[in-house]
């Protein structure tokens, strides 16, 4: 694939992001529902066993999706009527969490076990940060700064990792898993998304955060970004994949393009709630 091609399709995604995220809370909620969405549609086209019917595989990815986004679905249920639709949905979550077990005995796959478990890792995986990204704007003004923040962060990580690590890297971070990552380029992805948290501080003043706290949050997502990187790079390597899906030309698939971002969500939102003791964060769980 082109760099042009790459490019142009990096900068459209990352407007949409952008753009979503600042517009309104329910729009940001609504754009990080999706993408949990999308990210649980792949991941589950890639770990479930394809060797039922047509019709019984599809019903089982839908399965998991609708299991993996119950944390965030679940969440929303308990802010004071934002959904009043979804205020018996608790109820209905465990029948579905117990149904996956019942479609597996009648679906004929060759490991039905196999199949529900990694249809319960998709929730701890993708559907837990989902549930943290939808929750986040919809419990506090500053939730939709905060999340592009995160994302910027990430995204600024992995551009000096790449740029850097492409031009000055030597040393194997991670070979076995990831060929390419280099600890030059790891310390160059450290520095550029504590840059970023440090213009974070100037552009979000409304988020209330001190120097520290911004440099802190920079370190943690860059951190625990590229450790989601290796994650997924483990995920598919285990599969014999390149790539999770193609719907993004030049950038693979969702789960591609969020893999680092959903697995610092969960660490971002630790650190600001234990480590800075922020009033705002705990509202996010409970």
């Known amino acids: 694939m082109s760099l042009k091609t790459r490019t142009i399709t990096g900068l459209a995604f990352g407007a949409v992001m952008i753009a979503g995220t600042l517009a309104h809370p329910f729009s940001c909620a609504g ?34 999706v609708l299991l993996g986004v119950a944390p965030a679905l679940l969440i929303v249920n308990t802010m004071s009527g934002t959904f009043p639709l ?60 905060v999340i592009l ?21 030597k040393h ?11 600890w030059e380029g790891t310390f160059s992805g450290v520095i550029g998304a504590i840059l970023t948290g440090v213009l974070c501080f100037y552009v979000f003043p409304e988020v209330r955060f001190q120097l520290w706290n911004w440099i802190v949050l920079g370190a943690v997502c860059t951190i625990f970004g590229i450790l989601g ?32 971002f959903i697995f ?3 660490f971002a939102v630790f650190t600001m709630k234990v480590v800075f003791d922020d009033y705002r964060f705990q509202q996010w769980l409970f």
């Open 264 to 266: 610092a969500v969960p």
């Open 86 to 145: 979804l205020v018996d949905y608790v109820f209905w979550f465990f029948p579905l969490l117990f149904a996956s077990f019942l479609f597996e005995l009648f679906a004929a796959s060759s490991k039905p076990f196999e199949n529900i478990a990694f249809s319960m890792l998709g929730i701890v995986y993708i559907g837990i940060p989902t549930a943290l990204l939808v929750s986040m704007p919809l419990t506090d003004a500053s939730g939709t700064k």
């Open 229 to 260: 990187d290796l994650v997924e790079s483990m995920l598919k390597r285990s599969l014999g994949i390149k790539d999770s899906g193609t719907i993004l030309p030049g950038h693979g698939g969702f789960l591609d393009r969020f893999d680092a």
């Open 31 to 64: 754009l990080y529902f999706l993408v949990g969405v999308l990210c649980l549609w792949e991941y589950s086209g890639l770990v479930l066993k394809q060797d039922s019917t047509a019709v019984y595989n599809n019903i089982r990815r839908i399965f998991a």
């Open 172 to 182: 194997k971070m991670f070979p076995r898993i990831s060929p390419k990552k280099t």
């Open 149 to 169: 923040a995160i994302l910027l962060m990430v995204w600024a990580s992995d551009v000096f990792a790449y740029l850097l690590g492409s031009k000055i890297g």
